[in-house]
């Protein structure tokens, strides 16, 4: 088999292998394979120096047997069809095995924002919504943050799509800012759920929190939360996270012995997520290439990336200390990469249970703006909790139970809650 970096070919390929133990009906394995609708557009805006450019813009309805599309929107220059499919394809599964009552859905436009004002950014995400709004909507497809996106940006697309559709309709969208229609906690959701995952994955395999460190990849939004959550809420230590540099073009890890402190990180942190370099330093920090994360002495690895970066070359430098793989990204370990896992001792939790905590908050913020009434930091936090640990025990029992690898337990979970929604609809 020949090593994939295609997310799409990687998700398709996830899916025929699960497809296969499972002996999945050829009929339902055709509708599953595949997105059931797909846009591909161009949005004009008019730049600030009056010229008008021109942006390539996706968006890809996987699936929504179970209820509407659901997923985020990308704003990354090198984004493309095939990576919008599959970010779709895997939002149907995550939903599915979050068991919130959502189908997959994904959105994209090929662009750095880094290189645009804000008015830019507004008229881009409004343009965006100028293209698709006859088909998205609070029972159709609900866009939400993604990498390159932010709550600011949601909340222009809100207003966009009220004002077309001539009522104020917050449930359109999600990952709104506070005030704004947004839910106290999405900002923490992915990376706190990524840490209730591990946490229960640690009780499974008998290890203390406390004793325990991490490498993470990545320092965008769930990145921090990651961090910060293995530090605050399991008392662990973490060692290093990475950025991408956009001076240098390059990605740089990190690194200190007696562990990191995001919140100081943070800081010094621009909004494109480039810590700069002399101020860290200066506090102790050993920066390093940005793929040295993956071959760290330490218990728990977490790439909160993008897509691609564990494959058949990489995973062979991770070190024998690490007990468990949590996936933060979308897609971070390719096919080949997972035939190595699936032969060690690396305990792994796949990404969309892993990071389901981001969607399963924009779904509790859909049902708030459908209250007209909002819930605290805490009550929310703690509804996710309870759903995060569901969802990992639902997974970790297929498992035990199938002696199935945890990424092929979590597709089977998944695509048995999609096919019963299919087959009550009278679809299959
Ligand atoms: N973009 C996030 C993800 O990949 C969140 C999606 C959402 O909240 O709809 O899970």
């Known amino acids: 088999m020949s090593e994939t970096t295609n997310a799409f070919e990687m998700a398709q390929r996830q899916f025929d292998h699960v497809a296969e133990l499972l002996n999945l009906d050829p009929q339902v394995r055709e509708i599953l394979r595949w997105p059931m609708r797909e846009f591909h557009f161009r949005i004009p805006v008019r730049m600030d120096d009056g010229t008008i450019r021109v942006f390539e813009g996706f968006r890809v309805q996987h699936n929504d047997a179970r209820g509407p599309n659901k997923g985020g929107l990308r704003f990354h220059p090198a984004e493309t069809f095939d990576t919008v499919r599959a970010l779709a394809t895997w939002m149907t599964w995550k939903c599915a095995v979050a068991d919130i009552p959502l189908g997959g859905g994904k959105g994209g436009v090929v662009v ?50 009220s004002r077309l559709v001539g009522q104020y309709t917050p449930g359109v969208i999600t990952g709104k800012p506070l005030g704004g229609g947004g839910s106290a906690g999405r900002t923490e959701a992915t990376g706190y759920g990524v840490i209730f995952n591990v946490r229960e994955a640690m009780k499974h395999l008998g290890l203390d929190p406390k004793q325990c460190t991490a490498a993470i990849q990545g320092f965008g939004n769930v990145a921090q939360f990651a961090s910060i959550g293995f530090i605050e809420i399991l008392g662990g230590k973490v060692l290093c996270v990475s950025c991408w540099d956009r001076e240098d073009r390059k990605s740089y890890t990190f690194f200190k012995a007696d562990g990191i402190d995001p919140h100081f990180l943070k800081s010094i942190t621009d909004q494109y997520g480039t810590i700069d370099k002399a101020k860290a330093r200066e506090a102790g920090y050993t920066i390093e290439d940005g793929d040295c994360w993956i071959e760290k002495d330490v218990d728990v690895l977490i790439p909160a990336a993008l897509e691609g970066q564990v494959t058949g070359e990489t995973v062979k430098r991770i070190s024998p200390k690490v007990k468990i793989l949590a996936e933060a990204a979308n897609g971070p370990t390719t096919p080949e990469a997972d035939e190595f896992l699936k032969n060690s001792s690396i305990f792994v939790i796949p990404d969309f249970l892993c990071n389901s905590g981001g969607v399963t908050v924009s779904y509790f913020e859909q049902v708030q703006n459908d209250m007209n009434f909002y819930w605290t930091k805490e009550e929310v ?17 297929m498992s035990l139970e199938h002696k199935a690898y945890m990424r092929d337990a979590a597709y089977i979970v998944a695509i048995a809650r999609v096919v019963k929604a299919m087959q009550l609809r009278g679809w299959v």
Do not use: C
């Open 112 to 161: 750095d924002p880094a290189t645009l004002s804000d008015g830019e950014k507004e008229r881009l995400v409004r343009g965006y919504v100028n293209v698709m709004w006859r088909n998205i909507g609070p029972r159709q497809d609900i866009p939400a943050p993604d990498v390159g996106t932010t709550p600011q940006m949601m909340g222009w697309m809100m207003d966009e799509y």
């Open 381 to 397: 936090l703690d509804k996710l909790d309870t759903k995060m640990t569901q969802a990992f025990h639902g997974v970790l029992d």
